[in-house]
């Protein structure tokens, strides 16, 4: 909780001020992976934990709020699967969470309830008109995604030119800054572009307590920045169907090169749909381009104690470093 009865430095934002957070961290709510255990030890840690409640599955959801009990934890949705089991909101709200994250889908039909709640509403956007359909539902604060970003989203801009951008055309709704951010650098970097705070989500999963399992930790920890990339053969060969306009950025694989050269559907279907679950020759390595950041699998506390240490420390010595002279 947010006291500011003792000394430890730490970064006030309108993101942690609003939300009685200490940092101005956000575990990204990634759909499955993002368990109860992961968003309450965030939380402990002192930023927002968003449980992946993804594609509203309401069973899974059950649990996970279970996991996290006792602690100030929110959830996050995809916004279209949201609208076809709105029961999995119902459910979230019930926990009482902090904050709704809703991404993917136009969130004005369900702010109401989230409202009504009295948990925040986040809505993850990309796009103007994204921008505009969650100004209208009055989202209490909006995470710019960039292309940079790990998991799906949209291939047009990178967060550097896509968070000023939206920091001018919210102002004052705070902006947090999400998609290849990874460490304190990342952190201070976004408060520069007049970001509020960053959402991390390939970081996390690279962390002790995401549901990851063992061969995609040690993929994560192994593939570098460069060897992501962004495809929809997911989407087209597994499924569900994603809206037009939207793929996801994954490690590459012989899987994502062969629908890179031939765009076989049955094909990728067959081989996808034939490999064992943690083949990440097949199986989707999400990842953002923040990777060759990550070395190893941390704790979510030690990760959010580092990014902030670190952003705090370059904000401190970074102005008499670059600035020259005496004039304006
Ligand atoms: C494995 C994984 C699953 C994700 N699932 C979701 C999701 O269910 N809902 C959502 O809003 N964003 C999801 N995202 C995107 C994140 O919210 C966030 O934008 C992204 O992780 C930020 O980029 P980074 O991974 O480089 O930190 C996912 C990202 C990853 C890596």
Redesign the pocket.
């Known amino acids: 909780m947010n006291s500011g009865q003792d000394n430890e430095a730490r970064i006030v934002t309108p993101l942690t001020q609003l939300l009685d957070i200490r940092h101005p961290v956000v575990l ?4 499955g ?1 993002a368990n109860g255990r992961l968003a309450a030890a965030v939380a402990r840690a002192g930023g927002l934990g968003l449980i ?1 409640g ?1 594609y509203a599955d309401a069973d899974w959801l059950e649990g996970e709020l279970e996991a996290a009990a006792g602690a100030r934890v929110g959830v ?1 949705f ?1 916004t279209f699967a949201l609208d076809e089991r709105p029961a999995a909101l119902r459910l979230a709200l019930e926990a009482k969470p902090i904050a709704v ?1 809703l ?2 889908g136009d969130p004005r039909p369900h702010a109401e309830a989230i409202r009504a709640a009295g948990a925040a509403l986040i809505c ?1 956007v990309q796009t103007p008109d994204e921008v505009k359909a969650a100004v209208e539902a009055g989202a209490d604060v909006l ?1 710019a ?1 960039g292309r ?6 949209r291939p047009d801009l990178g967060t550097m030119a896509l968070v000023p951008s939206m920091v001018d055309s919210v102002a004052p709704v705070p902006v947090v800054a ?5 460490d304190g650098r990342g952190l201070a970097a976004a408060l520069m572009l007049g970001a509020a705070g960053v ?5 996390f ?1 690279a962390s002790t307590e995401a549901s990851s399992n063992p061969a995609e930790q040690a993929g994560l920890v192994a593939a570098r920045s460069v060897d992501t990339v962004r495809t929809d053969v997911f989407d087209q060969a597994r499924g569900p169907a994603w809206p037009e306009g939207h793929d996801g950025r994954v490690v590459r694989s012989s899987f994502t090169e062969e629908w890179r050269r031939s765009r076989d559907e049955a094909a990728a279907s067959e081989r996808y749909w034939a490999s064992a679950p943690d083949d990440y020759d097949v199986r989707p390595l ?5 990777l060759d950041l990550i070395s190893a699998i941390e704790t979510p506390d030690d990760i959010v104690r580092s990014v902030v240490d670190q952003a705090i420390a370059r904000l401190r010595t970074a102005g008499p470093m670059v600035v020259a002279g005496a004039g304006r």
């Open positions: 990204a709510p990634m759909d992976t992946g993804g996050g995809i994250q991404s993917f993850q995470v995604q940079d970003a790990g998991g799906h989203g999400a998609g290849g951010i990874a959402t991390m989500g390939t970081r999963l999400w990842a953002g381009e923040g």
